[in-house]
């Protein structure tokens, strides 16, 4: 299984980018699909997941209300349409995706599968 990246880049503080992850490779059944990010010096963190059966959502309080997390099942995509970035926002975003229940949507512990990441950039 793959995940592959796309959309990050260099922005402005105040305005939007929306980071894509498709899946593909063998027959893939996602229970559920996340984002994470790492700033350097940081730990990775959680910022957005979503369950693929139900769709229900989950966001990090620092980015909630800002970012919105989506997908699209006939394309096995997420999608991560974050608005009103901020400086700190600036990090490397990785995609994950787990092929089983677990238990915390949040836990980085919990995906198995990871993309390669994509830089975002906010500028002040």
């Known amino acids: 299984v793959q995940l592959v990246e796309s959309g990050g880049g260099l922005v402005q503080a105040g305005g939007s980018l929306r980071l894509s992850c498709a899946a593909s490779?063998?027959?893939?059944?996602?229970?559920?699909m996340g984002w994470f990010r790492q700033a350097p010096g940081k730990e990775r963190e959680f910022v957005a997941a979503?369950?693929?059966?139900?769709?229900?959502?989950y966001y990090a309080d620092s980015v909630k209300g800002r970012f919105t997390i989506s997908r699209d099942n006939a394309k096995n995509t997420v999608y991560l349409q974050m608005n009103s970035l901020k400086p700190e926002d600036t990090a490397v975003y990785y995609c994950?995706?787990?092929?089983?229940?677990?238990?915390?949507?949040?836990?980085?512990?919990?995906?198995?599968?990871w993309g390669q990441g994509t830089q975002v950039t906010v500028s002040s």
């Open positions: 994950a995706a787990r092929d089983y229940s677990g238990r915390s949507v949040s836990s980085r512990y919990e995906y198995n599968y």
């Open positions: 490779g063998r027959t893939f059944s996602s229970y559920a």
């Open positions: 979503i369950r693929w059966s139900s769709g229900s959502t």
